[in-house]
């Protein structure tokens, strides 16, 4: 292959490990760390929500063993396990189980201490994100719970774990330290300096971070890097390489629907990708570190039922009508949330709301069906828990649905989202 189509390759297969590699400098390693609250302020990760109280840190095993406390807590919780790609692997911690736990990586030999559960890895570098549900499945007000359980959490390297079993408890920092807007970083990097991205591409992909390579996927790393130099030649065909790249991404998520799916994007899939590379990099580029099917089903629109893009400036706003058959079922909850349209972060509003969900009980209509509406200002007559604000021009909505079961099988679809006339 020549440089243009080297260059295409190997963007697919290595665009998540710039975010990964980027986020682990600036992260905190073998300490759980969440913010103290989710606004439009929160850039780190594209697609946040605001349903959970999030910690996580970024794992590594290399050095020594890591041990994680679990505490007991009446609140539901998932916890997500991640290579830096964003393959989700199973740690084997069983669900809702409070013990403590030693990671191992992979070429570990020595004894654990008697107490605590070996928990082997297959990486010595990986993500860990927790995930409490601020409200019941009933609607439960559980914030103090779930803010108790976060703060409990500890974590910390075996030696440490030894001298103070009572240390390494979780910090909750100030949001601002999560403003760092990764994806708008990469996105205009690429636009603009397409050769400074491949650099820092090709810094991510030599790092200790990245796991062991499969042959095909180690001869596309070294032919590009025999090709590409220092970045000072063939700088065209790099540089429209790597905006072809990114290009694919974005087409492959964003065409990931049609018509008869009412427009909205889903992956049955979510991090198990096996060789859908392109698709797992739009994970990335759109809902980075999202959890697995059988955790959290999403469904992503950025168009109505007509195949229109969304936009608040267009005229009464929107309306998303689940019939009474249609509502999701969830063992957690379902949330439907606005983004803004590149860097899929919350829309600032003056009501300071940012989710239509389950636990807010919105109102039904007399036959059972929930509708949300989705506009600048509160339609009259609607009522505020099915309000969902946005702002001026485009943007986009993603549902999710928090351990789906029932009518949330492969074959859903939400309804389409359809225009307000008047």
Same mark, same amino acid.
């Given at each position: 292959m020549g440089a243009f189509s080297t260059t295409v390759a190997y963007v697919a297969q290595f665009y998540p490990l710039w975010f990964t590699y980027n986020q682990s400098r600036f992260a905190t390693h073998n300490r759980l760390?969440?913010?103290?609250?989710?606004?439009?302020?929160?850039?780190?990760?594209? *697609?946040?929500?605001?349903?959970? @109280?999030?910690?996580?840190?970024?794992?590594?095993?290399?050095?020594?063993?890591?041990?994680?406390?679990?505490?007991?807590?009446?609140?539901?919780? =998932?916890?997500?396990?991640?290579?830096?790609?964003?393959?989700?692997?199973?740690? $084997?911690?069983? =669900?809702?189980?409070?013990?403590?736990?030693? !990671?191992?990586?992979?070429?570990?030999?020595?004894?654990?201490?008697? $107490?605590?559960?070996?928990?082997?890895?297959?990486?010595?570098?990986?993500?860990?994100?927790?995930?409490?549900?601020?409200?019941?499945?009933?609607?439960?007000?559980?914030?103090?719970?779930?803010?108790?359980?976060?703060?409990?959490?500890?974590?910390?390297?075996? =030696?440490?774990?030894?001298?103070?079993?009572?240390? /390494?408890?979780? +910090?909750? @920092?100030?949001?601002?330290?999560? %403003?760092?807007?990764?994806?708008?970083? *990469?996105? &205009?990097?690429?636009?603009?300096?397409?050769?400074? !991205?491949?650099?820092?591409?090709?810094?991510?992909?030599?790092? =200790? &971070?990245?796991?062991?390579?499969?042959? %095909?996927?180690?001869?596309?790393?070294?032919?590009?890097?025999?090709?590409?130099?220092?970045?000072?030649?063939?700088? &065209?065909?790099?540089?429209?390489? %790597?905006?072809? /790249?990114?290009?694919?991404?974005?087409?492959?998520?964003?065409?990931?629907?049609?018509?008869?799916?009412?427009?909205?994007?889903?992956?049955?899939?979510? $991090?198990? +990708?096996?060789?859908?590379?392109v698709e797992r990099s739009g994970i990335t580029e759109v809902i980075q570190y999202g959890n697995g099917r059988s955790t959290a089903a999403y469904y992503h629109a950025f168009k109505d039922e007509t195949g229109t893009p969304l936009d608040g400036d267009n005229g009464a706003g929107y309306v998303l009508t689940f019939s009474a058959e249609q509502i999701p079922q969830a063992k957690r909850f379902w949330s439907l949330t606005a983004y803004t349209p590149e860097s899929i972060e919350l829309i600032a509003n003056s009501a300071n709301k940012y989710v239509v969900a389950s636990y807010d009980q919105p109102e039904k209509g007399p036959d059972g069906s929930v509708s949300i509406y989705i506009a600048k200002e509160q339609p009259a007559g609607a009522p505020k828990a099915n309000w969902l604000p946005v702002s001026h021009g485009r943007f986009n909505v993603m549902l999710r649905v928090y351990g789906p079961e029932g009518n949330v099988t492969g074959e859903y679809v939400p309804p389409g989202i359809r225009r307000i006339q008047g």
């Amino acid at each position: 292959m020549g440089a243009f189509s080297t260059t295409v390759a190997y963007v697919a297969q290595f665009y998540p490990l710039w975010f990964t590699y980027n986020q682990s400098r600036f992260a905190t390693h073998n300490r759980l760390v969440g913010p103290d609250r989710v606004s439009p302020l929160y850039h780190i990760v594209v *697609a946040i929500n605001v349903d959970t @109280l999030y910690t996580s840190t970024f794992l590594e095993l290399a050095a020594e063993p890591v041990v994680l406390t679990i505490p007991e807590t009446p609140v539901t919780y =998932s916890m997500l396990t991640l290579d830096p790609y964003g393959d989700i692997f199973n740690s $084997g911690i069983p =669900s809702q189980t409070a013990g403590t736990y030693a !990671f191992t990586g992979p070429d570990y030999k020595g004894v654990i201490p008697d $107490g605590i559960t070996q928990v082997p890895m297959p990486l010595n570098v990986c993500t860990l994100i927790f995930r409490a549900d601020k409200y019941s499945a009933t609607g439960e007000d559980q914030m103090a719970e779930a803010e108790k359980f976060r703060k409990t959490l500890r974590i910390q390297t075996l =030696s440490d774990y030894v001298k103070d079993p009572s240390g /390494g408890e979780a +910090w909750v @920092l100030p949001e601002v330290a999560f %403003a760092i807007p990764y994806k708008t970083i *990469a996105d &205009n990097l690429i636009t603009k300096a397409p050769i400074t !991205f491949l650099k820092e591409l090709q810094t991510a992909v030599a790092s =200790s &971070n990245t796991p062991p390579m499969l042959p %095909a996927v180690q001869r596309l790393s070294e032919h590009f890097d025999s090709l590409f130099g220092d970045g000072s030649a063939n700088l &065209n065909e790099f540089s429209a390489g %790597a905006r072809a /790249g990114h290009e694919l991404i974005l087409d492959r998520y964003l065409t990931h629907t049609d018509a008869e799916r009412k427009h909205w994007i889903t992956f049955l899939n979510m $991090g198990d +990708w096996g060789a859908q590379v392109v698709e797992r990099s739009g994970i990335t580029e759109v809902i980075q570190y999202g959890n697995g099917r059988s955790t959290a089903a999403y469904y992503h629109a950025f168009k109505d039922e007509t195949g229109t893009p969304l936009d608040g400036d267009n005229g009464a706003g929107y309306v998303l009508t689940f019939s009474a058959e249609q509502i999701p079922q969830a063992k957690r909850f379902w949330s439907l949330t606005a983004y803004t349209p590149e860097s899929i972060e919350l829309i600032a509003n003056s009501a300071n709301k940012y989710v239509v969900a389950s636990y807010d009980q919105p109102e039904k209509g007399p036959d059972g069906s929930v509708s949300i509406y989705i506009a600048k200002e509160q339609p009259a007559g609607a009522p505020k828990a099915n309000w969902l604000p946005v702002s001026h021009g485009r943007f986009n909505v993603m549902l999710r649905v928090y351990g789906p079961e029932g009518n949330v099988t492969g074959e859903y679809v939400p309804p389409g989202i359809r225009r307000i006339q008047g």
